[in-house]
């Protein structure tokens, strides 16, 4: 089956076509159509194409009418203003289009594959090894996964690395202190919970930070230990090795509750890269890429400078040998684009560490390992803040648990649908209430540009009314039980029929989702998909109100009302699922 033709595909080419007819040089150009509140499009690239031509763009758009042509696609086109064409499409182009999209074998509702996908190495959800994930840790995984999601729907071969901190001086303390201490991580219940088995960690963490501090010998033996686990001693890894599945148990109990998918597979931390350091450094300097400065093997750049006014450079192994974090970053640099044969690189990491990434990327380009064909994109995250506008703490002044964060979000949804159940069991509110409860944290999320702050307002999240995935999932539930109610009656459109203003409304809407889609895949923008999808619950919401659907005039027409409601929740459904969101057949 060919490739659904969107109608805004369908009243460009017309147009298009138009042009061309009326003036030959215009072949090829863009009519730049876009959707208006005055007709179904307004068309304003004649006022350019006039400026060009040197002719009258009023008497110009008036040619262009004359040779566009008008029946089962275009009903009206109207000149307006200076020379914009405003264009009404005929109903039954819409549900003939709407109907396409319907019988797509694949139930991709229309969203075309891209012909040539690439290679795409997303980084995200980055929690660190005996450390309690925060609320800090929240965005990156949400975004994350849904671009993954986005890019896969649209055809692009998508590897997921969650850079997880592994590595680093606190090991060494970490491990000397349990070394001495060796009862500290015994677990007496083998059914040991992720969270528990967190908790224990994070004791223990404080226990020896607090010995580190206190003790100079524990120091210098913990100073000791963190070469001995750079130089790979089989003792001090297999501790470290400990502490690590520790963690991991932990990350999988929070990403499940999440209703993330985070594969073993798929985790290279920091310490998957050290085989590479080396070889990183030496090629950076062979190259001249990097030089030698006190010590230190430093890359330096012309626009960054400090408050001193002296260049700061990036420094890639330290002067006294170790490495940092430019290290291991260029080097999975390099092994993502050499070993995964990645065309982009996208990073979903905290705005605040914008800068080392723009000089890591610098380097790598420098280095020639990134190109015009290959591309590294940091796609920065703002904060999550509180209703005070203030980064989000607790009342100690302490971060937020994740997971306590998730727990109360589910709790606040459960108590929101045990309102409104009906002939629910306690079982089904309890996990309609998950699903209500963390939709509507990742949706917070995802309906904000990622770049930009947002307030974490579970009052708000968990509200029926307004921007929230719980409005969504309701309008998404209220569609299926009236399919439902409708027994024995099947959804199917008629294109013979009339549309109400609302039906038009809700049918052009529908009509935009592959373009939303792919714009959203395209510019790693999640936040355009959710402003579509409540505009369509919206609408739909309008459309409910005004168009009487079981108890419609004809049985044509409730056929028709059952289709439009049928494809709005296939869409709600497939746009909520690219978002990493539930949507319950009942609430």
Request: glycine share 6%.
């Amino acid at each position: 089956m060919a490739p659904v033709t969107s109608l805004t595909a369908s009243v460009h080419q017309h147009l298009a076509d138009a042009l061309a007819s009326t003036l030959p040089e215009a072949d090829g150009v863009d009519p730049l159509l876009r959707r208006s509140d005055r007709a179904d499009f307004q068309a304003n690239g004649i006022l350019a194409l006039a400026k060009k031509a040197k002719a009258n763009p009023r008497e110009l758009a008036t040619q262009v009418v004359a040779q566009v042509t008008t029946g089962d696609v275009i009903k009206d086109v109207e000149v307006s203003g200076p020379g914009f064409l405003n264009i009404t499409v005929t109903d039954k182009a819409i549900t003939d289009n709407l109907a396409a999209r319907a019988a797509d074998p694949e139930g991709r509702l229309g969203v075309p594959r891209a012909e040539h996908p690439g290679t795409t190495v997303i980084d995200y959800a980055q929690p660190n090894v005996a450390k309690e994930m925060h609320v800090g840790h929240l965005r990156s995984a949400v975004i994350g996964d849904s671009v993954v999601k986005l890019l896969e729907f649209t055809g692009e071969n998508v590897v997921r690395r969650h850079h997880i901190g592994d590595w680093g001086t606190q090991f060494g303390m970490l491990i000397q202190y349990l070394d001495e201490h060796p009862h500290e991580l015994d677990h007496k219940d083998a059914q040991v919970t992720g969270e528990e088995a967190m908790s224990n960690l994070d004791r223990l963490y404080k226990a020896a930070r607090k010995f580190f501090d206190s003790d100079e010998e524990f120091k210098t033996r913990a100073r000791r230990r963190v070469v001995d686990l750079q130089a790979g001693d089989p003792h001090t890894l297999a501790m470290w090795q400990k502490f690590v599945d520790e963690s991991k148990i932990y990350f999988f109990s929070v990403f499940e509750k999440l209703d993330m998918e985070i594969r073993d597979a798929d985790i290279v931390g920091e310490s998957g890269y050290n085989d590479m350091l080396d070889e990183t450094c030496r090629l950076l300097e062979e190259s001249g890429v990097a030089v030698r400065s006190e010590g230190a093997l430093c890359v330096f750049f012309d626009d960054i400078k400090g408050p001193d006014g002296n260049p700061v450079p990036l420094i890639v192994r330290k002067s006294d040998g170790g490495y940092g974090y430019a290290a291991t970053d260029l080097s999975a640099i390099r092994d993502r684009v050499f070993n995964l044969k990645a065309n982009s690189l996208i990073y979903v990491v905290d705005a605040r560490q914008s800068l080392h990434f723009k000089m890591v990327f610098e380097t790598a380009r420098r280095a020639g390992w990134l190109n015009d064909d290959v591309k590294a994109y940091q796609l920065a995250f703002g904060t999550v803040l509180g209703k005070d506008g203030k980064p989000f703490k607790t009342r100690e002044g302490e971060t937020v648990k994740l997971v306590d964060l998730l727990d109360e979000a589910i709790d606040r949804a459960s108590a929101v649908v045990r309102e409104k159940a009906q002939d629910l069991s306690e079982g089904e509110i309890a996990e309609r209430g998950a699903q209500v409860g963390i939709g509507a944290v990742k949706y917070a999320d995802l309906s904000t540009s990622a770049n930009r702050d947002y307030k974490f307002d579970l009052d708000q999240m968990v509200s029926l009314n307004g921007d929230t995935s719980v409005y969504l999932q309701y309008a998404y539930a209220r569609i299926q039980s009236i399919l439902r109610k409708a027994g024995e009656v099947r959804p199917a459109a008629h294109p013979e029929l009339d549309l109400h203003e609302a039906e038009r409304a809700l049918g052009l809407h529908v009509d935009a989702f592959a373009e939303t889609v792919a714009e959203a895949a395209t510019e790693y923008a999640p936040h355009k998909l959710a402003a579509y999808l409540y505009q369509l619950a919206s609408l739909y919401t309008t459309f409910y109100d005004k168009c009487p659907v079981l108890k419609a005039e004809t049985p044509e027409q409730v056929q028709n009302r059952l289709f439009l409601c049928d494809i709005t929740a296939r869409i709600l459904h497939q746009g909520m699922a690219l978002l990493g969101i539930r949507t319950p057949e009942r609430l």
